[in-house]
């Protein structure tokens, strides 16, 4: 996985670091595999990049669950698949009446989205994350 986004930590005084556990990163997958096979239509994958600092990091192990489309709500944290077949994790910000599908975000991007969630693209909600500790790797 190649890191996307900035090299710098942002300057921002209110800025956290992504929550973490004192685990490295397979025991936190173990945990998320362990978390995932609890529930009928939940699946893990690995978070890359900056996009959703700082409530995810590089390497955090997320557990998504299928939940019905029309259930979804603005502020939910979604999986999706982007235009180009990548695995997006990213706010809905609002219903696009146009498309019939939501608007999106990254917490730690300026902009939304090109792409929409619709019901062909949409993977799931984030029902639990575990963030390794980088001094625990």
């Not at 996985?1 to 397979?26: L, N």
């Not at 939940?67 to 979804?72: E, G, Q």
């Amino acid at each position: 996985m190649v890191p996307v986004g900035c090299v710098e930590a942002p300057s921002d005084p209110a800025f956290k670091a992504a929550p973490a556990t004192d685990v490295g990163r397979m025991q936190a997958w173990k945990d998320a595999e362990a978390v995932a096979a609890m529930g009928h239509g939940r699946l893990s994958v690995i978070g890359a990049g900056e996009s959703m600092l700082p409530v995810y990091g590089e390497g955090t192990a997320l557990v998504l669950s299928k939940i019905s489309f029309d259930s979804l709500k603005s502020g939910m944290q979604v999986a999706y698949m982007n235009d180009s077949g990548r695995q997006v994790v990213h706010v809905l910000v609002d219903t696009d009446n146009a498309t019939g599908g939501w608007r999106v975000r990254g917490l730690n991007n300026e902009n939304e989205d090109h792409a929409r969630v619709t019901p062909s693209n949409f993977l799931g909600v984030v029902y639990a994350s575990f963030a390794p500790s980088e001094s625990a790797k």
